[in-house]
T-cell receptor
Framework: DADVTQTPRNRITKTGKRIMLECSQT?????MYWYRQDPGLGLRLIYY???????NKGEISDGYSVSRQAQAKFSLSLESAIPNQTALYFC??????????????FGPGTRLTVL | AQSVAQPEDQVNVAEGNPLTVKCTYS??????LFWYVQYPNRGLQFLLK????DNLVKGSYGFEAEFNKSQTSFHLKKPSALVSDSALYFC?????????WGAGTKLIIKP
């Protein structure tokens, strides 16, 4: 089984709809991240969480919200989707709080299209 | 502000030739640097990292990277390219346990 899973893998929705993307990990990591990837822009950080009670905004948090339901689960919501949120979304995890400079492990991604 | 630059959008290399994918960085303090690879329709995979110590870092799939503090560079290298190395490569620098990412370089290896 994959260490970092994302659901759904693909989603097409309409403008104004609420969408939730889910991420689960079995790596026992404390740190979790949500990114979006757009062609030519690399990865941009949306939100990150260093433990269940810690939620932080990233570079591009406007229009998004997150929930850290448990150490292993980190969900991303688009309350009212708009077309420029069409992108590839990745969840990632990285290490325990006591660790330093760990690499991040990525899920397979969710391709979201907002019409 | 901390930043990473990958000056080449695309690099083309013939199979069997050495390859280099360039990365430069700007950080305050010690740099903690990473390389990742993304194959089509896949998530990113960690290749290697530099935290401290030897300037030449070896990683997965035969890749290595050379840290050069004076030139603020962390170029990814491989002595002999394979067609299967064709992918998108990202350089990143750690900033308080967040990664600042370069825009990526598409590597194309031609048979």
């Amino acid at each position: 089984d994959a260490d970092v899973t994302q659901t759904p893998r693909n989603r097409i929705t309409k403008t104004g709809k609420r969408i939730m993307l889910e991420c689960s990990q079995t790596k026992g990591h404390d740190r979790m991240y949500w990114y979006r990837q757009d062609p030519g822009l690399g990865l941009r950080l949306i939100y990150y969480s260093f433990d269940v009670k810690d939620i932080n905004k990233g570079e591009i948090s406007d229009g998004y919200s997150v929930s850290r339901q448990a150490q292993a689960k980190f969900s991303l919501s688009l309350e009212s989707a708009i077309p420029n949120q069409t992108a590839l979304y990745f969840c990632a995890t990285s290490g325990r709080l006591a660790d330093a400079y760990n690499e991040q492990f990525f899920g397979p991604g969710t391709r979201l299209t907002v019409l | 502000a901390q930043s990473v630059a990958q000056p080449e959008d695309q690099v083309n290399v013939a199979e069997g030739n050495p390859l280099t994918v360039k990365c430069t960085y700007s950080v305050s303090g010690n740099p903690y640097l990473f390389w990742y690879v993304q194959y089509p329709n896949r998530g990113l995979q960690f290749l290697l990292k530099y935290i401290t110590g030897d300037n030449l870092v070896k990683g997965s799939y035969g890749f290595e990277a050379e840290f050069n503090k004076s030139q603020t560079s962390f170029h990814l290298k491989k002595p002999s390219a394979l067609v299967s190395d064709s992918a998108l490569y990202f350089c990143a620098v750690d900033s308080n346990y967040q990664l600042i990412w370069g825009a990526g370089t598409k590597l194309i290896i031609k048979p």
